[in-house]
């Protein structure tokens, strides 16, 4: 089998400004998501792209239109016509969009329904969050439809509707998706779009607040914190009956992770070994080739499970042959379609052994959204040069997938870690298996603690450790590192062992891809 080109399991994802070019598709998307409703004209569009650009932008996948966001900046006052759309928008021409203002109003968000279930509107919204800390807008107004209410119109009346969608007691497609990303319900507005008939011609007035608003201040209010939110898994192996089975118990911390916004979810080494107990049983190295079986299904899986839960997915790791070679590859599924991978590059004896693993031969980092991060395999992160080498590249972050069999070998693991955080001053994130599998050999006992580590100094955690899973059960520990804190750790650290490095009496020496690097 040829390397896998990771380009077909890519979902080329990206958010970006909207042009005029996107007219045809944006029409295309008007008439797929509100049906019977005028769409904009062509004049509408560069209207709002000539008069307020950053404030129009898209979601495109594959090079497809998936979702679209305009909004303008009004002033807000108490006599503002906020129950008429056609006033508040200027009927879509947003002319009176004010530059001074200091209210961000929402006149439309839209997610193509081939594309809704992969939370593109979170995305929106969270663009539009962003737009208002940098241009130091005090809030978010939008005026929602409530396209469910037409169902149960002849039961209750739109007031009794949005409060019960509100109190959890009914869902609604909109209104539902917008309580959700932090909005307060304000109010309700009749007449507001009259030719929506899904919504009887209601809305909702809905007002979200910026935290970070500074009255009269002219640009944006700079955090003194960088944080980034990781998600450990601490996995059970568990006997199991398809691959369907294996997504259903993946979902279930995916979307806890999504639902607490983190960045990264990092996820065991070989976890994906729990399929070997839904096949025939065979000998190790065989099993091992029939596992790389299910490599399609994984890849397509966690590349689309990636956009879906706006999460950056350390995928544990996986058997792939590549040109009849076995290897134990760590796959990062980048939030924005991207995929990278990271070969193991220390091979344990029993790995050699029992199913014939053979090593990659560079140490990756990869360029997220959040910094620069490197995956180290298990028994990669006790071997020293490794982290050096990917702290040298820039990686701030390094994700341990680790499969152990007993708490020696997690102490192994762990102890490594912890120093590796020390030397070179960054982060680490480890994640291990519990559980058993009968009968699956090699991989019938699992031991683990997973955790998050920090170097050890007074800004950090007390015992280097910022969070950590009770032993041996599955679990998960959400934590937010600090990035700004680890770079000044760097330069001011009551020891700065990266900066203290006596390079001119020893160096690490390495070579990838045919060229000598040193550190």
Not at 112 to 133: I, N, Q, T, V, W
Not at 247 to 263: E, G, I, R
Not at 287 to 314: Q, W
Not at 436 to 464: K, M, W
Request: glycine share 6%; charged share 25%.
């Amino acid at each position: 089998m040829e390397p896998i080109d990771l380009k077909e399991y890519e979902w080329k994802t990206v958010i970006r400004p909207m042009r005029i070019e996107d007219y045809d598709a944006l029409v295309e998307m008007q008439k797929a998501c509100f049906p019977g409703m005028e769409p904009w004209s062509k004049a509408h569009i560069e209207s709002q792209l000539s008069i307020f650009p950053k404030g129009q932008i898209v979601i495109e996948i594959d090079g497809q239109l998936a979702a679209s966001s305009s909004c303008l900046i009004v002033q807000n006052e108490p006599n503002m016509a906020w129950h008429n759309f056609k006033a508040v928008s200027d009927n879509g021409y947003i002319r009176n969009h004010n530059p001074k203002g200091d209210t961000l109003y929402g006149i439309e968000m839209m997610v193509h329904p081939e594309f809704r279930g992969l939370k593109l509107s979170r995305r929106m919204y969270d663009a539009r969050k962003e737009m208002c800390r940098e241009m130091n807008l005090a809030r978010m107004i939008i005026g929602g439809r409530i396209p469910g209410y037409h169902k149960v119109a002849d039961k209750m009346t739109a007031r009794e509707y949005v409060e019960r969608v509100v109190a959890k007691a009914e869902f609604d497609p909109v209104l539902t998706a917008q309580t959700a990303n932090g909005f307060a319900l304000q109010g309700l507005i009749p007449d507001y779009l009259p030719s929506d008939k899904a919504s009887c011609g209601y809305a909702t007035y809905l007002e979200w607040l910026n935290l970070d608003y500074k009255p009269g201040a002219k640009r944006r209010f700079h955090h003194l914190v960088e944080p980034i939110r990781i998600t450990v898994v601490q996995y059970e192996m568990r006997a199991i009956r398809s691959f369907d089975e294996f997504a259903q118990q993946c979902d279930f911390f995916l979307d806890v992770a999504s639902d607490y916004k983190s960045d990264f979810i990092l996820f065991p080494e070989l976890f994906t070994t729990q399929l070997l107990s839904c096949v025939e049983p065979t000998r190790p190295g065989l099993a091992a080739r029939r596992l790389a079986e299910f490599t399609t299904d994984y890849l397509e899986y966690f590349s689309e499970r990636a956009i879906k839960f706006n999460v950056n997915v350390i995928g544990g790791s996986h058997f792939v042959l590549e040109n009849d070679t076995l290897y134990n590859i760590a796959y990062l599924f980048g939030r924005d379609g991207t995929i990278g991978k990271q070969y193991k590059i220390h091979i344990t004896p029993s790995e050699r052994k029992w199913w014939g693993i053979e090593p990659g031969h560079k140490v990756e980092v990869f360029d997220t959204d959040c910094g620069k991060v490197a995956i180290q395999i298990c028994y990669d992160i006790e071997f020293p040069e490794l982290t050096r080498i990917a702290a040298n590249k820039g990686a701030e972050m390094i994700f341990v997938p680790y499969n152990t069999d007993t708490r020696h070998g997690y102490l192994r693991v762990k102890t490594c870690a912890q120093a590796r955080c020390v030397e070179n001053q960054v982060y680490v994130a480890i994640s291990g298996c519990t559980g058993n599998l009968p009968f699956v050999e090699n991989a019938d006992i699992h031991y683990a603690q997973s955790g998050v580590f920090t170097p050890c100094d007074a800004e950090f955690a007390r015992d280097g450790i910022a969070a950590e899973c009770n032993p041996n059960v599955e679990t998960i520990v959400i934590h937010d590192v600090d990035l700004e804190l680890l770079r000044r750790h760097r330069m001011e650290g009551s020891v700065q062992n990266w900066n203290d490095r006596r390079k001119d009496l020893y160096k690490v020496q390495y070579m990838e891809d045919g060229e000598q690097g040193y550190v």
